[in-house]
């Protein structure tokens, strides 16, 4: 079974991993801690003018032709880098919904303008507790969305939110603009710079309503996408404890040459490993527009709880370095806890594969 990339999916990589190392030292997530924004808006024109805005969408649409595969070895290296942005709340969580359950109205004026970087789109994490989000009812030619959606990431930067409101107890997305939500930010250890949307009596139009299926979509894409950027992020863990393993001596020799070292260094690689395999089995599936629903689950599940495993033996190896403010270790620890809980966290996960099993 060949699971290597083709050559342009190098090139997609290799080119990602160069720019964000190059700009990482003034767009990393440390650099903008206090910017209200919470992303670097030179850095998000350069990913536009390479065409990572479009680049999981058919050209008819302004995109490049790629797939959600292509676009999430993107998302991963912008977790090695640590570098936010909204390309995977814009792509992931609202072009790829539009691009299989949108109508063709929707998708011309929805995709081309994601795909061409002219806006920037928000959707919240779900949420999905007995009466809480928002809900919908019909009016006139359209529907009126009243409650609150919590956790919308980049949401102060957004021209339009993909919100999940409920209509007739079943979830369905509507896009909103933002200018007409009342957005409060959220003081939280993500990167992502989440903030509540409140609505109360907001009319949107009968085609501002995707189809029924696009408000799973938005957790089934967001989740694998979110797997993709946790296994990029815990590879750079991973890749900056060996290399402070080598280059560390005490009691005259490197700490990578104890047995105890060696092994936590071994069970992060399994973890990672692990990780990239299961994640992109998940996405391959939804690239190829195949029932994914359980693979994604697994995944997320999975790459959640490994992801902190090695942020976690990372510590261990760096010891009380590690645990400073000034080194990168703690961003990734911070970043696994907010990612970990990103569309539902192990627990929510592992309900659905046991109700998959048919257990009593």
């Known amino acids: 079974m060949d699971l290597s990339l083709t050559e342009d999916q190098e090139l997609i990589t290799a080119t990602a991993r160069e720019l964000l190392e190059s700009k990482a030292a003034t767009a990393g997530a440390r650099a903008l801690a206090g910017d209200p924004a919470g992303y670097s808006a030179p850095l998000w024109k350069e990913m536009v003018e390479l065409g990572w805005t479009g680049l999981a969408f058919p050209e008819e649409h302004g995109g490049v032709g790629g797939d959600f595969l292509d676009v999430c070895l993107l998302f991963e290296q912008l977790g090695y880098a640590q570098v936010p942005s909204p390309l995977l709340s814009s792509v992931a969580c609202c072009g790829m919904p539009v691009a299989r359950f949108g109508t063709s109205a929707q998708k011309e004026r929805w995709l081309n303008a994601i795909s061409d970087g002219q806006i920037v789109t928000a959707a919240p994490l779900p949420w999905d ?40 107890g079943e979830p369905h997305a509507f896009w909103v603009d933002a200018a007409d939500v009342t957005l409060k930010p959220l003081g939280t250890i993500g990167h992502d710079r989440p903030c509540h949307a409140e609505l109360s009596g907001l009319w949107v139009p009968g085609e501002a309503a995707l189809a029924p299926e696009a408000a799973a979509a938005i957790s089934l894409f967001g989740a694998a996408a979110t797997c993709a950027e946790m296994v990029g992020a815990a590879q750079h863990v991973l890749d900056m404890t060996v290399q402070y393993a080598t280059e560390r001596e005490q009691f005259g020799r490197a700490v990578g040459a104890f047995q105890a070292v060696q092994h936590h260094c071994a069970n992060m690689a399994i973890d990672v490993l692990g990780s990239r395999f299961t994640a992109y089995e998940a996405i391959w599936l939804l690239s190829v527009n195949r029932d994914a629903e359980q693979q994604v689950a697994m995944a997320k599940a999975w ?36 990612a970990s809980l990103a569309f539902g966290d192990a627990h929510l996960h592992l309900d659905t594969l046991a109700d998959a099993l048919d257990l009593p």
Do not use: K, N
């Open 303 to 338: 790459v959640s709880e490994a992801y902190e495993r090695v942020c976690a033996l990372g510590h261990q190896v760096h010891g009380a370095i590690g645990f400073t403010r000034e080194h990168d270790l703690h961003l990734f620890s911070e970043h696994a806890l907010a």
């Open 129 to 168: 507790r007995p009466g809480e989000g928002p809900v919908a009812t019909r009016s006139d030619s359209g529907y009126v969305l009243d409650g609150t959606a919590t956790f919308v990431p980049f949401a102060a930067s957004a021209e339009h939110v993909l919100l999940v409101a409920r209509l007739d």
